[in-house]
């Protein structure tokens, strides 16, 4: 139901929702975690910073991070500055004029479906995404994120481990 290009968006994404925020994380390192290829997800993460959603900054200590809480940037948000939304609009059986006055055999459920997915598209944030990701058992971690998480850090000197 995504491009390509937005389903590498949200995940990339969801891994910057899980770094620091201010941290810049380069394109190499979550192409890598991504397993997705580093210029095509550079091209994304640009036309993501062209519309405010990330922050790039160029040179040794640049990369991306979110330009915006992960809060306030909806799943929505994310697909509809990469894939023609209006696209879920059209009738599914290709009819030109597929309306609630001139229903195709499909109208009423695909209308549901859509307004449902949509919906759920804009109630799911990059928090959410990452909250996600983050109790999944076994999820991919930047190395940037690893020194940032709790049940990751190590006890510092004298400190007792706990088991």
């Known amino acids: 139901m995504f491009s390509q290009a937005s389903e590498y968006a949200l995940r990339a994404l969801t891994e910057l929702a899980r770094c620091d925020p201010q941290e810049w994380v380069l394109t190499s390192q979550l ?8 210029h095509y997800l550079a091209k994304v993460l640009q036309t993501l910073a062209r519309r405010g959603i990330l922050e790039s900054q160029r040179g040794r200590q640049g990369g991306f991070r979110l330009g915006m809480s992960p809060d306030d940037v909806s799943a929505y948000d994310v697909v509809r500055e990469l894939d023609d939304i209006r696209s879920l609009e059209s009738c599914i059986m290709g009819e030109n004029d597929c309306s609630d006055d001139t229903a195709c055999p499909l109208h009423a459920l695909w209308k549901t479906i859509r307004d449902e997915f949509v919906d759920a598209l804009r109630n799911t944030t ?8 983050e109790a999944r058992p076994g999820s991919g971690r930047l190395a940037a994120v690893k020194s940032k998480l709790p049940e990751l850090r190590r006890p510092g000197p004298g400190a007792a481990a706990s088991g």
């Open 31 to 38: 192409a890598k975690l991504l397993d997705v290829p580093v």
């Open 126 to 133: 990059l928090r959410d995404l990452a909250d996600f990701q």
